[in-house]
């Protein structure tokens, strides 16, 4: 049974893809459909724009399609960047832009005030326009310096207390464990293991 991601973030499909393969689906990106139009993530919310990523690529294919919209929240910034997450320096997107910005955002709040988290809603869509929701956390510190080479986004300066290390310097299995999108993922496999049931019967 397909299971189309309805994104073309590579960091994003490559996480994906990884939790997603166990469940036995064919696990592949919207990129592979020519013609499909990127969808404007207008939305106020994460859960918003995650329905309307995954309604328009199920439709569009004709498949079962999951999409997730994930950002971070800083409590010091009243929770921005939020939705705004992936565009936060502006056009285009630009992870070290966005990066910069959040350090010179923060760059006179004391350590304990950093505290911030990262959220993620995924959706997953029916080609007929059913759609399900879940959402996962992880909450976390804002360093002052970027620190580890893995994962993308604001990974390096988003610092795990529990683990001492951040998301760029966590192995991707940990991470994985861990995350927003992992926590997310786990609900989504269960919404995804009792559709495919469906399917199969």
Do not use: W
Not at 59 to 75: H, N, Q, R, Y
Not at 173 to 197: C, D, T, V
């Amino acid at each position: 049974m397909k299971l189309v991601l309805a994104t073309n973030n590579k960091g994003k499909v490559k996480e994906l893809t990884t939790m997603l393969q166990p469940l036995g689906f064919q696990v592949v990106n919207i990129g592979a459909y020519p013609g499909f139009q990127e969808v404007v993530e207008d939305g106020d919310t994460f859960t918003a724009n995650a329905i309307k990523k995954a309604v328009a690529a199920a439709k569009f294919t004709g498949e079962l399609a999951l999409a997730d919209d994930s950002g971070l929240e800083v409590d010091a910034l009243g929770g921005a960047p939020g939705v705004h997450s992936a565009r936060f320096a502006g056009e285009p997107k630009d992870d070290a832009a966005n990066n910069r910005k959040l350090l010179e955002l923060l760059a006179e709040v004391p350590e304990e005030k950093r505290t911030a988290r990262f959220r993620c809603v995924i959706a997953i869509a029916e080609p007929d326009g059913k759609y399900h929701t879940v959402e996962g956390t992880c909450e976390g510190m804002i360093l002052r310096e970027l620190k580890g080479e893995g994962g993308f986004g604001y990974d390096p300066l988003f610092y795990v207390p529990e683990y001492q290390q951040t998301f760029g310097e966590l192995d991707a299995a940990k991470k994985n464990a861990i995350s927003h999108r992992g926590k997310a993922l786990q609900k989504a496999r269960e919404i995804l293991n009792h559709l495919y049931a469906n399917q199969e019967g």
